[in-house]
């Protein structure tokens, strides 16, 4: 049974000023619960529209989604990466993965605590805990908003370009430690990449979009053996 169903989801933005933007037509598809499915496709034809209506940051304008993640509110069964990874400067490396903890009102929890530090150890941080953002690599920054984004323990985690504004080399090692991840915890991963060679690495589905329509054009199953990490 899929954990997340997209059904014929159509999306417009509306501007008064300008003409709306029809960015998703009629986009359906199903991701298995601990799938990893990556979404490519050239600038503008709609893999962020796409993940933003998936995790409620956006508004579908037609069409429907279901979940099936056993949560009431199914955004509370989603972790969200970003390209960039928003840490908060003044926090420390610790403080900024229990941000989510601290702005849902659970202060104190040792357990959190505790959480929170495997993790960073798991993401290679158990140094830089109580360092602040701007004493980190780009890619150490990136990690520390994988690690916040699964402080929850989410069954989904959602990408957008989690390595995009790192250089290759970080890249294709973040690539190879979130395969590690994924095949630990049997995450189902939505990953929206640029790189092809990234999406048919780390995906059992490639799924291809295009910017005219804004629609799925193709679906890949990848089918290769992963590296082993
Ligand atoms: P990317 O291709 O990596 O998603 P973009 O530069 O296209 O980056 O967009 C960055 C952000 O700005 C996106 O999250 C998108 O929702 C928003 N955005 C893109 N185009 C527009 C637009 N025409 N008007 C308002 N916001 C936009
Ligand atoms: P991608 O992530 O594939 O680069 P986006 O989902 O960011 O694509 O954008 C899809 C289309 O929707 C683009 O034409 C973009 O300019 C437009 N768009 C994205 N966000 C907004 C927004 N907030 N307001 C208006 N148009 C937007």
Redesign the pocket.
Known sequence: QPIIEIDRVDKR?R?RK?ES?HALRDVSLSIEDGEFVSIVGP??CG???LL?IINGL?RHSGGVLRFRTGAEDPRQAMGMVF?QPLLLPWRTILDNVLLPRDLGGRRGRDADVERAKTLLRTLRLGDFMDRHPKELSGGMQQRVGIARALMHDPPILLM??PF?ALDAMTRDQMSLELLQIWERDRKTVVF?T?SISEAVLLSDRVVVMSSRPGRIVSVVEVGLPRPRS
């Open positions: 933005y501007s300008a933007v600038s503008g893999k962020s529209t933003k956006e390209q957008d370009e995009g929206v640029h």
